[in-house]
């Protein structure tokens, strides 16, 4: 079946450092979608991106579609202690179906 | 604070025991899902409610049951449950029928003795 795949599946890094998450389908994507889960906590939608390359801004955080709408990446810029949890992506497929990823967890070293 | 809202936040129960798990969401979204995720894992889908009718389900034991009241209201009816059910039982909304953003509720932690 359709798959999501999400590497790395975990991450350190030093506070202040930057941090990378990226995401593979199988299969064309219609959209794609960002999830945090901070630990004991539940996902909290970050953002939605449908268009073919787009980019898109939140604070720190950039995230990224690409071109074939097969991948997409979710890069932070100078980490912070408030930025620990688990990032998911999600990506619909065209029988709107939802599969998310095994997500990354981030760690940060004071 | 969380739009969705889940009851209880814990549960405990043992395998001949029946229970259900609620959830309710006033933001006027159509559909509904329950996920299941265990721990350091992604959520796993069980059911997807649009406009309240059963869209999807992802070949969930019978064990577990959903019901869908009315557009607000969503719950999982839980019966003879194993020990491998343990999990942390996620709720979310979305405004579009499928595939659109998802709310999550804090979700309710369950333990089968």
């Known amino acids: 079946g359709q798959q999501v795949m999400q590497i790395p599946q975990y991450q350190h890094v030093q506070e202040g450092e930057d941090f990378t998450t990226y995401c593979n389908s199988s299969?064309?994507?219609?959209?794609i979608q960002w999830y945090k889960q901070r630990p004991g906590g539940h996902p909290v939608f970050l953002i939605q991106l449908v268009k073919s390359g787009e980019v898109k801004k939140q604070k720190r955080l950039t995230f990224q579609f690409g071109e074939a709408k097969k991948n997409s990446s979710l890069h932070i810029t100078a980490t912070q202690t408030t930025d620990v949890g688990t990032y998911f992506c999600a990506g619909k497929n065209r029988d709107d179906k939802i599969i998310f990823g095994k997500g990354t967890r981030l760690h940060i070293l004071p | 604070d969380t739009e969705v809202t889940q009851t209880p936040k814990h549960l405990v129960m043992g395998m001949t025991n029946k229970k259900s798990l609620k959830c309710e969401q006033h933001?006027?979204?159509?559909?509904m899902y329950w996920y299941k995720q265990k721990a350091k894992k992604p959520p796993e889908l069980m059911f997807v409610y649009s406009y309240e009718k059963l869209s999807i389900n992802e070949s969930v034991p019978s064990r577990f049951s959903p019901e869908c009241p009315n557009s607000s209201l969503l719950n999982l009816h839980l019966h003879a449950l194993q020990p491998e059910d343990s999990a942390l039982y996620l709720c979310?909304?979305?405004?579009?029928?499928?595939?659109?953003?998802?709310?999550f509720g804090d979700g309710t932690r369950l333990s089968i003795l």
């Open positions: 979310a909304s979305s405004q579009l029928t499928r595939g659109g953003p998802q709310h």
């Open positions: 299969t064309t994507l219609s959209n």
């Open positions: 933001m006027g979204h159509r559909a």
